[in-house]
């Protein structure tokens, strides 16, 4: 499910069609991807991009088309803008799919790739095309059975789901899958030691013969003798006077090292500030088990000493940006640096002026915001106040305003600092892509940097 490519595909339109058409035919479709269901393609029309959902035999079933076109026109499809952002957008996918009825196999749909399974029908396989990663979190209690090819569970057995389970799966091949992890809602192992009749016979043999050894160490050691007694008040005799304080206190500090300490018995304020140094670390002594979440901060880190080497990145990652900002406000890149050039409305549209100052984007009358920096106004603010601007690479989110429909790309709009699905069409208008939605009140902001004016 994502965008397709194909090289040198190129033909003709075979019939005319008029603006607003959501279908064409070809004169030939050999060249052109295979689309399946959840997939899409870009192609040109001479001038116009079109989103291509289906392609059955030579007709294409479409978004609809802005304009019309004649029959004979080139029907290629180009390295477009539309094209590369949606193969961005593609790389980072990951949707939650529509609920799954539990069923025998379970049917893996291609809406998403994080699934509810309802209902308690157990299941031994799996119907899902090859090179799926997804995830099921359970509402129920039904049996997933293990199968070595099939549905290969950890622990080569079956598991018993719970309401709040949730297992990870990657199919191998068609109807092949293997469980990568599961993850109980009670945090309890999937796996763990069965304790048994067997078990339990087991360990009393065990302890048997150990007792057996004690008793036979006993019947060759015999009891303490008159002779024990007579070694031990040799020892006494020959033993010098009681010592000093400060001689025991010398005998313990050449005779205790880490073997005889508990574990805990010596901490923070039993050690002095510089006692102990990086020479008197073992390598590989100290890792993130033994140190305390808050025992070191920003103080503590010489400069540099953080790089790029060190910071997590992707999923849960330092740099991971979350998808979920609250309303009004943006996740990823913002500035304070620049002063509003009229007096803004939250979450307008602006662009950076030639003067350095935030203005309002208009499709149908500032040509400059066609090319210049764009920005969407965080904070309400007077001319020549500065002003939280999320720039290039946000999400945000206006659940008052906007009713997008995710996947989409959205436009400047022609009017005042307005977002939106619809295409400027006027003579003279610009029409400039500035990202997409991916929620129904919320973008992805990501501006094109390639634009068209409308003859």
């Known amino acids: 499910m994502g965008v397709k490519f194909t090289n040198n595909a190129y033909t003709t339109l075979?019939?005319?069609?008029?603006?607003?058409?959501?279908?064409?035919?070809?004169?030939?479709?050999?060249t052109f991807p295979v689309l399946a269901a959840g997939d899409w393609t870009y192609v040109s029309l001479t001038n116009e991009v079109v989103k291509v959902t289906a392609i059955s035999?030579?007709?294409?079933?479409?978004?609809?088309?802005?304009?019309?076109?004649?029959?004979?026109?080139?029907?290629?499809?180009r390295m477009t803008a539309e094209l590369l952002n949606a193969f961005a957008e593609d790389l980072e996918a990951g949707y939650k799919g529509g609920d799954i009825a539990s069923a025998s196999?379970?049917?893996?749909?291609?809406?998403?790739?994080?699934?509810?399974?309802?209902?308690?029908?157990?299941?031994?396989?799996?119907?899902?095309?090859?090179?799926?990663?997804?995830?099921?979190?359970f509402d129920g209690a039904l049996t997933m059975t293990h199968h070595a090819t099939n549905l290969d569970l950890p622990g080569e057995a079956n598991i018993t789901t719970a309401a709040?389970?949730?297992?990870?799966?990657?199919?191998?091949?068609?109807?092949t899958v293997q469980c990568v992890n599961y993850t109980k809602a009670d945090g309890t192992a999937v796996v763990g030691t069965t304790v048994d009749a067997t078990t339990v016979t087991a360990a009393g043999a065990l302890m048997d013969s150990e007792l057996a050894g004690i008793t036979a160490v006993k019947a060759?050691?015999?009891?303490?003798?008159?002779?024990?007694?007579?070694?031990?008040?040799a020892i006494e005799a020959s033993a010098t006077?009681?010592?000093?304080?400060?001689?025991?206190?010398?005998?313990?500090?050449?005779?205790?090292?880490?073997?005889?300490?508990?574990?805990?018995?010596?901490?923070?304020?039993?050690?002095?500030?510089?006692?102990?140094?990086?020479?008197?670390?073992?390598?590989?002594?100290?890792?993130?088990?033994?140190?305390?979440?808050?025992?070191?901060?920003?103080?503590?880190?010489?400069?540099?000493?953080i790089d790029g080497e060190h910071l997590a990145v992707g999923k849960d990652g330092a740099l991971s940006l979350s998808g979920a900002p609250v309303d009004h406000t943006a996740n990823g890149p913002q500035t304070t640096t620049f002063a509003a050039g009229y007096?803004?409305?939250?979450?307008?549209?602006?662009?950076?002026?030639?003067?350095?100052?935030?203005?309002?984007?208009?499709?149908?009358?500032?040509?400059?915001?066609?090319?210049?920096?764009?920005?969407?106004?965080?904070?309400?603010?007077?001319?020549?106040?500065?002003m939280n601007v999320a720039l290039p690479g946000s999400f945000i989110q206006d659940a008052s305003l906007w009713n997008f429909t995710p996947g989409q790309p959205v436009y400047m709009g022609t009017t005042d600092g307005e977002?939106?699905?619809?295409?400027?069409?006027?003579?003279?208008?610009?029409?400039?892509?500035?990202?997409?939605?991916?929620?129904?009140?919320?973008?992805?902001?990501?501006?094109?940097?390639d634009y068209v004016t409308l003859a």
């Open 57 to 77: 035999g030579v007709t294409c079933t479409c978004v609809a088309v802005s304009g019309g076109h004649s029959s004979g026109i080139p029907v290629e499809l």
């Open 105 to 137: 196999p379970t049917v893996i749909d291609t809406d998403g790739d994080y699934f509810d399974v309802t209902g308690t029908t157990s299941f031994t396989a799996f119907t899902v095309a090859a090179n799926r990663h997804f995830f099921l979190q």
């Open 343 to 386: 007096t803004t409305t939250l979450m307008d549209l602006v662009y950076l002026s030639s003067a350095g100052r935030w203005e309002e984007a208009d499709a149908d009358v500032t040509s400059a915001a066609a090319i210049n920096l764009l920005g969407v106004a965080l904070e309400v603010k007077n001319d020549g106040e500065l």
């Open 220 to 233: 060759t050691t015999g009891t303490f003798l008159t002779a024990d007694q007579t070694k031990l008040d």
């Open 241 to 305: 006077a009681d010592q000093t304080a400060g001689e025991v206190l010398t005998l313990i500090e050449n005779g205790v090292d880490s073997v005889h300490y508990v574990d805990g018995s010596i901490d923070n304020i039993h050690i002095a500030d510089d006692a102990i140094d990086s020479e008197h670390y073992v390598d590989g002594s100290i890792d993130n088990a033994h140190i305390a979440d808050d025992a070191i901060d920003s103080e503590h880190y010489a400069a540099a000493s």
């Open 164 to 175: 709040g389970d949730i297992a990870e799966f990657f199919s191998t091949g068609a109807n």
């Open 14 to 30: 075979a019939s005319t069609i008029s603006g607003g058409a959501t279908s064409f035919d070809l004169a030939s479709a050999a």
């Open 419 to 449: 977002i939106t699905h619809t295409k400027p069409s006027g003579s003279g208008d610009t029409v400039r892509t500035v990202g997409f939605a991916v929620h129904a009140d919320m973008i992805f902001f990501n501006p094109s940097s």
